[in-house]
C-alpha cells in the first residue's frame, strides 16, 4: 500500500521530472529515483495505430535501437480478462492510467487501447550512474513509429536503500553451528578417550578449525538458503523476510520458462561433458602414441585453453563471434551470433566445449601414462589390432578414472555460470520473466536474484537445482556401480 | 590353404588402409564446411562443398577391394573429378584462407588418392593383378610405409587441433596492439601500444590488480591453515568420526555453488562484508577447503610413518614431529597446494562478481569483464589487460602442469 501511494505521488511529480523528450506520440518522463529501478512516465497518443511500446535502455546515449538493450516490451491490446497484479508481485511494477496494470498469461504488461498514461519503474538498473532510457512505439512488425529519443535518469544513488540489517539472527545462528560442532567433535574425542586410542588425541583438534569452518560457511548457508526458498525476501526486505509457505515452489513450477532453461541445461551439460572425455580422450590418445615428434610443444599449446583464466578466453570468443570479428572475417560474413537463439544456443556450447577439453586430456593423459607397458606389449605379441587394443585394453581401464572424472565434469558444466554470463548474459530475450534463450539454470537464479531483486524465488530456483543434481548423481552411481559389478 | 594364400587375402596396401580411414575423416571435414558455406549464403560455394563431400563419401565406398578392377577406374575417375573441382574453385574465387584450407581438404585428398590408385604398388593391387609374391613383398613393405604414413595423419590432426586452440590466443594478441576498438582486420596489420599505456598507465587496473592479489594470498593463507591440519590428521590418526567428516568433506566438493550463492550474498550483506576483501577470502577458503584437504592428505599419505615414529621414540611430541619432519618433507606438496588455492581465487568469477558492486573493490576477474558491457565494449583495453594477466597464470599452469593435475586427480578420483 506504502508503495502504491509512493507511485501515486511520484506521478504527480511527473511536472518536476528531471528531463523530457517529445517525440511524436510518446512523451517521456523520468520520475522520482527509487533502489536499483528507474521510474518512468509515458503520456501516449491514444489514437495512433501502435501495437506494442519497447522500453529501451543504455549506459550511454544511442540514436537507433541496437545500440541498447531491450528492458521490456507493453502490448497495446485488450485487458478484459486480464489480471491486475498488485505492485511488488511482478518484476516490474507498471501503471496504466494510474492503476495497476494488466498482464497476460505469459506475464507481459498489456495496455488497452485508450489509455493516456502509464509508467513503469524498470528494475536491474546500474546504482548511481546516468543511464539513458527511450520508449519506442511499434507497428505489428516491430519497425519504430517514432524516432528514438532517449533521456537520462539516474537511480537513486545510494546502493543501500534499508538501514543497516540487524546482524543478530546471522551472528546467533553462526554461533550456534560453530558451538554444535565443538560439542560433536568434543563428544568425538571423549569416546575415542574412553575406548582407549590415545594416539588420536590430537586429531579432532587438527580437524576442528576446517569442519567448524565448513559447517559455518557452507552448511549454514545451504540450510539459510533452503529457508530463504520459503521466504518473501527480496532486495528491498533485507533481513525481515516473512515466511510464505511454499509460494516460491509453485512460482517456479508454473513460470513459463521452467520446462526450456531445465532442458537446455541438461543438452548444455550432457553435451558438453561428452564432447570434453571424447575429445579429451582422443587428444590424450593421440598424444600418447610412442615416437611423436614435438609431443612437449603440442602438448603445451594443448593446455592453453585450461590454462588461461577462463573468463578471459569467453570474453575473447565473445569478441571473436562479434559480426565484425574474428570468426566473420575468416568466413567474409558478418553473422551476429549472439543475436539469434539457435546460433547463440550452438555458440555458447562451442565455447565452452573449448575451455573443458585440455582438463580431460590431461586428466587421461595422466591415466594411460600409470597403465602398465607390458599389457599392451602382450597384447602386440599375441597380434591383437590397434582397435581392440584400444578397445578391451586402454578404455576399461580407463574407466575407472573416466568415470568420477565424468561425473565431476557434468556437475561443473551444469554450474558453468561464465561461460553463458560472459557470452550472452542468458539472452537472446524471450519473454518478459521467463529465462532467457541461453539461460541454463544457474545464470537464471543470478538474473532473478541478482538483477530482478528476488531473493526468495531465487532460493527456490536453487533448491530445485539441488534436488536435480543430488539425484543425478544418484542415478549416475548406482549406474557406474551396477556396470562395475557386471564387469 | 597354404601360408601365401592367406598373404594374398591379408594383404591390403598400407595407402588403401590410410584411405579407408582418412577419406571419411576429410568427407566429415567437408561436412563442416558445407555448414560454413550455408552460413556464408554462397551458392557456388554451397554446391562445390556438397560436391566435394559426395565426391569423397563415392570414393570411399567405391574404394577398390583388390578382386575387381572396374573399381578401381572409378574411383580415379571420382579422385580426378574431386581434384578439378577444388582446382577450379582455388582459381575462380578469391583465396581467403578459409577458402584455401576448405579446398585443400578436398583436393589433397582426391589427389593422393589419384596418384596412389594410378601408380606404385596400391595401383597394381587395385587392378587385381597382386600374386602371392607381390603379396608377402607388400606386407614388408606396410611394415615400413605404415608408420610414416600414420604419424603424417598424426600431425594433421594435432596441427587442426592447435590452431583451434592457438588462433584466440593470436587474435587477442593481435588486437592488444590494435589502434582503437575496431575487431576487425588482418592479424599484425597495425601496431601500437597505445592500449597497454592507457591500462598499465592507469589507477583503475592497478586497483584490481591490488584486490585480486590481496584476495588471493588471503585465500592461500586462510585455506592452508585449515587445511593443513585437517589433512594431516585425516592421514595419520584413526579417529571417531573419521570417515563421517571425510564424507563431508567429500559431499561438500560436490555441491553446487549455485545454491549457495544467494545464501551467501544475504550473509555477506547481513555482516557488512560485501565490497571488502575478507568476504571473499573467508568465500574462497571454504569453497576452495574440501580440495586442498584431499590435496594435502594424498601427499601426507606418501610420506613415510616410519620417520615420525622412530621421532616419538626419540622423546619428540607429535606436534614438534609434525613441524620438524612431516612439514619439511610434504614443503613440495604444500606449495603445489598454496598453488592451487591461489590460481583458483586469482581465477573466480561469479562470487566476486556477486559480492563487488563498486569498482573500487572489483577482482581482476570482474574489473575485466567490465570492460565489456552490452554496449560501449573497450575491446583494445580488454586485450591488453588479459594478456597481462594471462601471462603469468599461463606459465604457472604449464610450469606446474603435472603436479596440478595430480592434485586435482587425488581430489576428484579418490574423492
Known sequence: MKRLLAALLAMATVVTAVTAAEVPGVSLHSGEPEYRRIRIDVAVNPDSDVEAYEVWFAGQAFQARSEATLHSILRVGSTAGLEQPRPGESF???????EPAHRDERGMVVIAPETRRWSCSLTGMAPGVDQWIAVVPVDGDGSALSAVAPIVARTDASDERTPPPDTRPVLYALGSIVLSAIVLLSYLRWSDARRGRHKSKLAHIYVAPALVALAALTFYPILYGIWLAFTNADQSRLGDEVFIGLANFTGVFTSPGLLRVTLFTFIWAFGNTAAHVVFGVVLALLLNRAGLTGKTAYRTILLLPWAIPAYISVLTWNGMLQPDGFVNAM???????????????????LVNIWLGISFMMMMTSGALQALSKDMFEAAEIDGVSRWDQLRYLTLPNLKSTLVPVSLLGFIWSFNMFNTIYLMTRGGPYVGFGEPGATDILVTYVYSVAFESGHYGIAAAWSVLIFLMLIGFSAVYVKKTRATEATA | MNGQGIAVRWYVPAEIQVLRVWL???????AFIVGAEVLRAREHGMLLSVAGLAALLLLRALLPDGRLPWKRTAALALAAAGVLAGLWSLFAIELSFFNFWSNTWLVFPAGIALYWLSVGPAASWASGASDSAAAESGLARNKQVLPRLESFGLHTLLLHAIAVVIVPVIWIIDISFSPGNVLG???GDAFTLEHYESMLGGSQFWLWTRNSVIVAIGTTIVGLLLAIPAGYAFSRYDFAGRKGSMFVFMLVQMFPGAIILVPYFMVMKTLGLLNTSIGLIIAYSVTALPLCVWMLKGFFDS??????????LDGCTQVEVFYRIVLPLSLPA???TALFSFLAAWNEFVLALVFNTSNESYTLPVGLASLIPTVGQQWGDFAAASVVVSIPVVIMFIAFQRALIQGLSAGAVKG
Not at chain 2, 303 to 312: F, I, M, Q
Open chain 2, 185 to 187: 582486420g588482418a592479424i
Open chain 2, 24 to 30: 571419411p575423416v576429410a568427407a566429415l571435414i567437408n
Open chain 2, 303 to 312: 610420506v613415510p610413518r616410519a620417520l615420525e615414529e622412530a621421532a616419538l
Open chain 1, 92 to 98: 516490474d511494477d507498471c501503471w496504466s492510467d494510474g
Open chain 2, 334 to 336: 604444500v606449495a603445489m
Open chain 1, 331 to 349: 568466413l567474409g560474413t558478418s553473422i551476429d551470433f549472439i543475436a539469434n537463439a539457435g546460433s547463440a544456443r550452438v555458440v555458447v556450447i
